[in-house]
C-alpha cells in the first residue's frame, strides 16, 4: 500500500532545544569523568585558562567522528552539551588552544595520555600479568599547500607529516606517539621511542612478557639493543641487504619447510644465524601459467630472539600487519587524517588528542561492552555512540531518551550500567 505521505507536505524546523546529537556519547563522557580527563589537563597542561575542558571538547568532538575544529559545534546543538560532564568551547577557542603549544606542552599532554592508560588498565582494560606484544610503525598524514610548518616529503614522496605510533596487537589501543616532519627518516628517535613505550607500559601496569614487531624500517643494532635492555622480545623484519642475501643463500634446501599458502603458489621457512640472532626467512613462489626455466623465489626474513618453532614464528610475525587496522582508525574514525593548523606543534597535540579519543572508544568497549579482541570504531561508533536522543527533566532528574526498537538497545544499557559502577 503507498503511503499518502510525500515530501512536499513535510516541514522541517531546528528548533528542539532537547535533542541530543549523539546521545552515545553519554558513554564517552561517563568513562571520561571517571578516567578524570578534565582534572589530568587541567593540573598537567600549561596551556592558557580551562585546558581541561578545551582538551576534552577536542576529545569528544574525535569520539563522534569529528576531522576538523569546527565539527566540535555539534557538541553545542541542542541538549547535547548535558551528556558531557564539562562546559564545551567554541572552534574559535580551540584553535586558538592548539595554536599556542609549545613543544614542551605537548610532552605534557603525552604524559595525560599515559595516566589515562594507566588508569583505564587498573579499571581492567590492560594485559596485567598476561604476554602483551606491541607494533611499531609509521604512517603518512597526507597535507595539501606548502603553509603547513614541519611538512615535508619522506620516502613515499607524499607531502605530510610522518609520525610513529606503537600499537597494542590484541586491542588496537596506541599505546605512544610521537609526531615527526614529514622529511624524517623512518629510524628518525626509533630506540628512543622504543624505550619510552615499553616505560610507560610497565608504568601503565603490564607486567607480563612484552614482545615488540616491526618492519625492516625500524631494524637497527640500537632498537635491537634497546630491547634487550628492557628485557624485551623482538621480530624486526630486516632489508635484503648483500650481507643477509648471503645468509640466505647458504640455507640447504633440505631445511626448507613447506606451509600453506595462496591457491596459486608456494611458501616454505627456514632459519639460519644473523650475528648471534635467530634469522627466520620464508620463500615464496607464484605458480605460473607457463612455468619459469628458473625459480624466482621472493624472500621475507626477520631477526628474533624469541624461543619457539621457527613456522609458528613466522606466523606470528606476518600478524603484525594488525597495526595498520589501528592506523586506519586513528586516520578514519579519530581524525588523524587531517592535520587541521599550519603550526607543527598544533598538529602534534591534535594528533596526541586523536590517540586519546581512539583509546577511549576502545576502552568503552572493553570496560562497557565486554569486547576485548581487535574492534573497527567505525562500528562500535553506529551502534552506541551516533544514536539521537532527547533530553528532559523530570521529577528533578534528567531523562535521556533513546529510540525505541533501537537493535542494541539492551546492549548500550548494559554498557552505560556497567560504565557507571566502575570504581577509580
Known sequence: M??????SDLSVMFDDDHAVANAGLALAGLLSEKLGLEQLCDERISVGPFPGRRAATLVHSLVVGGTCIDDADVLRSGSTAAVLSHRVMAPSTLG???REFTFGNVRQLDSVTEQLLTRAWALGA???????????????????????????????????????????????????????KGSANTQRGAQR??????????RAGASGTL????????????????????????????RQ???????????????????????????????????GQRLIVRRTKLNEPRPALFPDYRYHAFVTDR?????????????????ELAIRDLKEGSGLEHCPSGDFNANAAWAV??????????????????????????????KFITVPGRLTNHARRRHLHLPTHWPWAAQWSACFARLVKLQT
Open 126 to 180: 590492560g594485559p596485567g600479568e598476561t604476554p602483551m606484544t606491541i607494533d611499531i610503525d609509521s604512517t603518512i598524514c597526507e597535507v595539501h599547500g606548502a603553509h603547513k610548518h614541519g611538512a615535508g616529503y619522506g620516502y613515499t614522496h607524499v607531502l605530510g607529516y610522518h609520525p610513529v605510533l606503537a600499537t597494542r596487537a590484541d586491542t588496537g589501543e596506541v599505546l605512544h606517539l610521537r609526531f615527526r
Open 307 to 323: 624461543v619457539g618453532d621457527a613456522v609458528l614464528l613466522d606466523v606470528d610475525h606476518r600478524r603484525h600487519a594488525v597495526v
Open 353 to 382: 588528542l586523536a590517540s586519546i579519543a581512539h583509546n577511549l572508544v576502545r576502552w568503552v568497549a572493553a570496560l562497557g561492552l565486554g569486547v576485548t579482541g581487535p574492534l573497527v570504531a567505525k562500528t562500535i561508533r553506529r
Open 211 to 238: 614482545t615488540l614487531r616491526a618492519d625492516s624500517g625500524f631494524f637497527s643494532k640500537y632498537v635491537v639493543m634497546a630491547c634487550r635492555d628492557h628485557d624485551v622480545r623482538y621480530s624486526i623484519t630486516v
Open 96 to 98: 586558538t588552544f592548539l
Open 241 to 275: 641487504t648483500p650481507v643477509i642475501t648471503r645468509a640466505i643463500e647458504q640455507i640447504d634446501e633440505e631445511d626448507w619447510t613447506s606451509i600453506d599458502y595462496t591457491a596459486n603458489g608456494e611458501a616454505w621457512v627456514a632459519e639460519t644465524d644473523y650475528q
Open 193 to 202: 621511542f622504543v624505550r619510552e613505550t615499553v616505560g610507560r607500559v610497565r
Open 2 to 7: 503507498q503511503s499518502s505521505h510525500t515530501f
